[in-house]
């Protein structure tokens, strides 16, 4: 698909040749030689980025998107379409040849005079030079658009690869939540039970009773919207495939573990972005295409010629066989004098439309440049916060274990030991959380570098 946008934009400069109006060109800007972080998965890796997570099922969806997503069917049906709007303004160069046919028959209704009949036919053509290059703007424009169109598709399969494999780590993080909440109630359902022996024991209040049910009450209440949030995940990933939303599409894994990424393509420099992201192609596309508009809107402040003709033959009627052809051919010359400033309008107003495509590629420049560094350094906070979670989780275990050791033998009160449980459930949920988000973080981090989404080679129209 880049190739083809690529051969586009190529196509675009051999049009410019006597045409007025400014040359299409793209800007230049000053880029950081390299970001502010770096990225700890960067290896020379040329496989898709998506394979760094050692996930098949996540690999096998991401590969059902990019075929069956209807997003992306759109944007190459967009694509041909514009592929077909480049023919006509092709055509446009060249000489219209058209065929007709007439007949006429007439008969008397009143005196003396001969019923007749007549037939002609012939060929009629016309031609307008482009004397001044409008028409060749036009299709410059035209290539231009196409090549937009073709960076859209690219791009719309770098953002649904990255909006898969969100979904698919979300859903991933509430089954981990769902295999946690449920060793959660396990934990709590052991304290309740140590609580009413030792409520039959005498040893502890009714009111110690109650406050365990309570905390499990709560605990097992959340299994309803987490299994409601599993199910919109895996609903949202069926669309995103183009299925429809029936039954489950992934089955929980039986690790119940969010996928960690391993190695995958590096980040590169910021001047990389500049061919690697498709949005970026596609704004500096249409800025090509806004600035041969401008000549296009020129040329119509010039004369224009039109050579009209045609060869037309008797095909014979009352007289009989076909007897006369006639071929004429003429000249029109269309100078523009006075319009009360409509055709200079209409320049200015072209000219304005470029300077704002000139404005969008730089906002759409700055955006990626943006989400890059903040990709990068999400990666690297999510990372600290995985790590020092992990830590955490590891001492309210040991802190819940002594102290149900020592409500056991009556040395601490309940109320510690359900804040020490809640503290335990509480690390063991950030953590959860933190590996989804850091790996969620590896995919924004792909997605905003603009990495490779193969796709199928599309010929230039």
């Known amino acids: 698909m880049r190739l083809a946008a690529f051969a586009l934009l190529a196509g675009c400069a051999g049009l410019a040749a006597c045409a007025v109006g400014p040359e299409p060109r793209l800007p230049e800007f000053e880029l950081p030689e390299r970001y502010q972080s770096e990225l700890a998965y960067a290896s020379e890796a040329t496989d898709p980025w998506w394979t760094g997570f050692e996930d098949p099922r996540l690999a096998e969806l991401i590969e059902e998107a990019l075929t069956g997503n209807l997003d992306i069917r759109i944007a190459e049906q967009r694509l041909e379409e514009a592929a077909a709007l480049v023919r006509a303004e092709r055509s446009d160069l060249f000489p219209d040849l058209d065929g007709f046919a007439e007949g006429a028959a007439s008969t008397a209704l009143s005196g003396d005079a001969p019923d007749s009949e007549s037939a002609q036919g012939g060929l009629a053509f016309g031609f307008v030079p482009d004397l001044f290059g409008g028409l060749r703007r036009e299709l410059q424009a035209a290539r231009a658009a196409a090549a937009a169109q073709a960076f859209g598709v690219a791009d719309a399969r770098r953002l649904i690869a990255a909006q898969v494999a969100n979904t698919y780590l979300e859903l991933r993080r509430t089954d981990a939540r769902l295999a946690l909440l449920e060793t959660s109630l396990e934990l709590q359902n052991r304290t309740l039970e140590i609580v009413r022996l030792r409520a039959e024991a005498g040893l502890a209040a009714d009111l110690d009773v109650q406050r365990a049910l309570a905390d499990l009450a709560q605990t097992r209440a959340q299994r309803g919207p987490l299994a409601a949030s599993r199910v919109q995940a895996d609903a949202a990933l069926a669309v995103l495939t183009g299925r429809q939303p029936r039954g489950v599409l992934v089955e929980p894994n039986a690790e119940a ?205």
């Open 257 to 461: 573990t969010i996928p960690s990424y391993g190695e995958g393509p590096g980040a590169g420099v910021p001047a990389d972005l500049l061919r690697a992201r498709p949005d970026l192609r596609v704004a500096e596309a249409q800025l090509l295409q806004a600035t041969a508009l401008v000549g296009a809107e020129i040329s119509d402040l010039y004369p224009s010629l039109s050579l009209p003709g045609s060869i037309t033959a008797d095909l014979g009627g009352s007289g009989g066989a076909a007897d006369g052809v006639i071929a004429a051919i003429g000249a029109v010359l269309d100078v523009p004098f006075f319009d009360a400033g409509r055709r200079r309008a209409e320049v200015r107003a072209a000219e304005a439309r470029a300077d704002a495509a000139l404005l969008i590629y730089r906002q759409v420049l700055l955006d990626a440049l943006r989400e890059v560094e903040v990709s990068l350094v999400s990666i690297e906070s999510a990372r600290e916060r995985r790590d020092d979670l992990a830590v955490a989780v590891e001492a309210s275990e040991r802190a819940f274990t002594q102290l149900q050791a020592l409500y056991t033998e009556g040395l601490s009160t309940l109320i510690e030991v359900l804040d020490a449980q809640r503290q335990l459930i509480a690390s063991r949920e950030a953590f959860v959380n933190s590996e989804a988000e850091l790996a969620s973080s590896v995919a924004d981090l792909y997605r905003s570098l603009g990495t490779a989404v193969p796709d199928p080679v599309t010929p230039a129209p």
